[in-house]
C-alpha cells in the first residue's frame, strides 16, 4: 500500500486481493456462532494466501519463492472445503458464492502455474 512494489504488479498478487474482498463478504453471510471458528479461519486463510503471495515475490531465491507459493495455494485449498462445511451446516443457503468461486479459482491456477514454472 504505502511502498511501491514490483509484486503489486503481478496478476496472481491482483488476484488474490480480490480473492480475499469475497472470502470476507462470505464470512459476512455467517451465523455469529461461526465468529470463534469458521468464520475466523476462512479469513485468517484467505489473508495468508495474499501475504504469501507478497512475502514469496520479495524472495530472491527461486525454491524460497515457489514455497510461499506452495503455502498460498494450501490456504486457498483450505478454504475451498469451508463452504462444503458450511453447506451441509445450511449456512450458505440463499448465499450467491459464483464470484467467490470464481476468484478462487483464478487464484489456484495462477498460482499453479507459478510454481509449475519454477520447475
Known amino acids: 500500500m504505502f511502498l ?6 503481478l496478476d496472481v498478487y491482483g488476484a488474490s486481493k480480490q480473492f480475499v474482498l469475497e472470502c470476507y463478504r462470505l464470512t459476512k453471510s455467517l451465523p455469529a456462532e461461526e465468529k470463534f471458528g469458521m468464520i475466523t479461519q476462512i ?3 484467505a489473508l495468508s494466501v495474499h501475504l504469501n503471495i507478497a512475502e514469496g515475490s520479495s524472495r530472491k531465491s527461486e525454491v524460497e519463492r515457489k514455497r510461499y507459493y506452495e503455502i498460498a495455494r494450501g490456504s486457498v485449498i483450505e478454504i ?6 458450511a453447506a ?3 449456512y450458505m443457503d440463499g448465499i ?4 467467490l468461486g470464481e476468484s478462487m479459482i483464478r487464484c489456484f491456477k ?6 509449475e514454472s519454477k520447475k
Not at 450467491?96 to 464470484?99: A, D, L, M, R
Not at 495462477?110 to 510454481?115: A, M, N, R
Open 80 to 85: 475451498d472445503a469451508a463452504p462444503d462445511v
Open 43 to 45: 479469513r485468517r486463510a
Open 96 to 99: 450467491n458464492t459464483e464470484s
Open 110 to 115: 495462477i498460482l499453479t502455474g507459478l510454481i
Open 88 to 90: 451441509n451446516l445450511t
Open 4 to 9: 511501491k512494489l514490483n509484486h503489486q504488479k
